[in-house]
């Protein structure tokens, strides 16, 4: 069997994906390039404006708000990153098979001679360019303001901390795909893992918060990888990674066993 063929249900996912990886891309391009453009009106009153908002002490690495590094890591990684855009690649991850057997699809794959594990594999390797074009192309828009406007960033922790996004998205995705495996209702495998991604923001929020419940944020995927870090710091959480490609290997099998073994209506 030819890599082609192997690769067809990867390929496809890919290519029902062209227009949501080009929209997406140009939404955060443009989300980091207003953000980014942004800092020369507001860094004079930044460090008054920490003084203001204590409160916002739930987002890392709020100390470092008044340098350039520390303004986008509050404004752009801290919310829309690790949280809205997680968002966003849960719910289209956790739609890839609940839509196939929803739609009353799932047959044509199945009828096709290869084994249900590899749909799970293939569906979860076609989300990768969607994943990986999104992040450089929002790294390229950071940069290319960065420069427009003259502050510094140093592109090692620029590039570093796109990087590690990587397997911090990965188990988001995987994590929806196993729920895809398990509900049959694509909207309601979306809102499920929406739910999760949500709660695991909520659950690290509050860890940082609340000293009493500092464990709370071990239980998070958000916890295991932190912008701040590698932007404003320079500096690289090992095993943070190392968690995170463990939780998607993890759920990835777990899903590919699921799907294997579970009953389909055709």
Do not use: C
């Not at 890591?73 to 990153?81: S, T």
């Amino acid at each position: 069997m030819s890599l082609g063929l192997n690769l067809r249900i990867a390929y496809e996912t890919v290519k029902e994906n062209l227009k949501t990886t080009f929209v997406l891309s140009l939404i955060f391009m443009g989300m980091a390039a207003m953000y980014a453009g942004f800092y020369p009106s507001f860094k004079g009153n930044l460090e008054e404006l920490m003084k203001n908002f204590p409160e916002m002490g739930f987002i890392r690495g709020f100390e470092s708000f008044a340098s350039y590094p520390g303004f986008l890591n509050a404004e752009l990684y801290q919310i829309f990153w690790i949280l809205i855009l997680a968002i966003i690649f849960g719910y289209i991850s956790a739609s890839l098979i609940s839509k196939e057997i929803e739609g009353k699809t799932m047959d044509m794959l199945l009828s096709n001679p290869i084994h249900r594990y590899r749909i799970v594999l293939e569906k979860f390797l076609g989300l990768l360019p969607l994943i990986l074009v999104v992040n450089f192309a929002t790294m390229a828009s950071v940069y290319g303001i960065t420069l427009a406007i003259g502050e510094e960033l140093e592109f090692f922790n620029l590039l570093t901390t796109h990087i590690f996004s990587i397997p911090y998205f990965l188990a988001i995705t995987s994590l929806g795909i196993f729920v895809s495996t398990i509900i049959n209702k694509k909207m309601k495998a979306s809102m499920v893992v929406m739910a999760v991604v949500i709660g695991s923001y909520i659950f690290e929020s509050v860890s940082l918060l609340a000293p009493d419940y500092e464990k709370l944020g071990l239980i998070s995927l958000t916890h295991y990888f932190n912008p701040a870090e590698t932007l404003v710091e320079g500096s690289i959480d090992i095993i943070g990674t190392i968690t995170l490609i463990a939780v998607t290997v993890v759920f990835l099998l777990m899903a590919m066993v699921y799907f294997e073994r579970r009953d389909i209506e055709i």
